[in-house]
C-alpha cells in the first residue's frame, strides 16, 4: 500500500469513508464489520467517520463505535492507523441535519468521541460544516484549545472555503492538518481549496470522491472519459477515478464510503495506477 501524510502522521493512500455503514440503507453489522477487516487487510490505515454517522437521536456515534470495535477485533497490527473523526453537524433523527459549531458543544462532542473511539487522543479531530450562527474563529479556537490539552492529536476542517482555510491556519498557529471537501467528477467546485491545500501542504480529503452512495456504481456511464480509460488499463472505472484524485496532487487522499468488502478492496488498487500525462489531461477535461 502506497502511503501518503496528513501532518507527521504517513497514512494509506486510499482511506475508507465509513458513512455507508450507519446511516439510510446501512447494512447488518457483519457485513460492516467484514468491509472495515477486508479494508484492513488491503492495507488501509486510515478510517473516515463523525459523531453524525448514525440514524436514529438514541445511537449518536454509531459509526464510530463500529469502526472502533471492529478496527479492536482484527487479528493484525493496528498500530498504524488513524481514524479520523468529525463534530460540529448533529442527526436529530428525523432524517434531517443540523449544525452546531459552538466551542462547548465542539469540546464536549470530541470528549465523547474520544470515549467511543477509545485511546489517549481522538487521531484526526475535524470541524464538520461550518455554523452561520457561530464565528468560524470561535469553532476553530475550540479545535485550538482541544490540540493543546491532548485530547486530540490533529485538527482538521471540512467544507471549508479558503478563506476559512487561512484562517484556520492561523488560529491553529499553523497546526492545521486536513481539509475534507466534497470532489468528484460531477462536483469540482472545490478545485481552488484543493490547489491551496497543495500550495500549503495540507492533506486534502475528497469526501464522495466517486460520487456518493447512489451515483457511484453508474460513475463510468456519467462520464465515458473515465470509462474509457479504465477499460484501456483493464480497471474498474472507479479505480480510474481514485487514480485521478491521486494525480491531482500528493497531498489529496481520497476516501471512498464503501458498505462491502469487494468495493474497498476495488478502491484500493487506485494506489498501483499511474495514470500518463495524457490520461490525466483527458480525465481533467472530462
Not at 482484527?74 to 481514524?83: A, E, F, H, I, K
Not at 497531498?251 to 468495493?263: C, F, Q
Request: hydrophobic share 40%.
Amino acid at each position: 500500500m502506497k502511503t501518503r501524510l496528513i501532518a507527521h502522521r504517513e497514512v494509506s493512500a486510499i482511506g475508507l469513508g465509513g458513512m455507508p455503514m450507519s446511516i439510510e440503507g446501512r447494512p447488518d453489522s457483519a457485513r460492516s464489520v467484514a468491509t472495515i477487516h477486508a479494508a484492513l487487510e488491503a492495507g488501509v490505515t486510515l478510517f473516515d467517520t463523525a459523531d453524525s454517522y448514525h440514524l436514529h437521536s438514541d445511537e449518536v456515534g454509531h459509526n464510530e463505535t463500529l469502526i472502533a470495535g471492529a478496527i479492536a477485533s482484527w487479528g493484525g497490527d493496528t498500530s498504524t492507523v488513524l481514524v479520523a473523526t468529525k463534530g460540529g453537524h448533529l442527526r436529530p433523527g428525523d432524517g434531517t441535519w443540523t449544525i452546531d459549531g459552538r466551542p462547548e458543544h465542539l469540546k464536549r462532542a470530541a470528549e465523547a468521541s474520544l470515549k467511543r473511539l477509545g485511546g489517549d487522543a481522538i487521531g484526526l479531530y475535524q470541524f464538520h460544516r461550518p455554523d452561520p450562527a457561530v464565528p468560524y474563529a470561535d469553532s476553530i479556537g475550540a479545535l485550538r484549545e482541544l490540540l493543546d490539552a491532548g485530547t486530540i492529536e490533529l485538527a482538521g476542517i471540512s467544507n471549508a472555503n479558503p478563506e476559512q482555510i487561512l484562517l484556520a491556519r492561523e488560529i491553529l498557529g499553523g497546526r492545521l492538518a486536513s481539509v475534507q471537501n466534497q470532489f468528484s467528477p460531477a462536483f469540482r467546485s472545490s478545485e481552488p481549496e484543493l490547489r491551496l491545500c497543495d500550495e500549503l501542504g495540507i492533506a486534502f480529503l475528497p469526501w464522495r470522491p466517486l460520487g456518493g452512495i447512489l451515483s457511484a456504481a453508474s460513475l463510468g456511464d456519467r462520464f465515458p472519459a473515465f470509462a474509457s480509460v479504465a477499460a484501456a488499463r483493464g480497471v474498474s472505472p472507479q479505480v480510474a477515478c481514485l487514480a485521478w484524485h491521486l494525480s491531482e496532487s500528493p497531498h489529496v487522499i481520497p476516501i471512498p464510503g464503501a458498505s462491502r468488502p469487494e468495493s474497498i478492496r476495488d478502491s484500493v488498487q487506485a494506489t498501483e495506477f499511474t495514470l500518463t500525462a495524457e490520461e490525466s489531461a483527458t480525465l481533467d477535461a472530462a
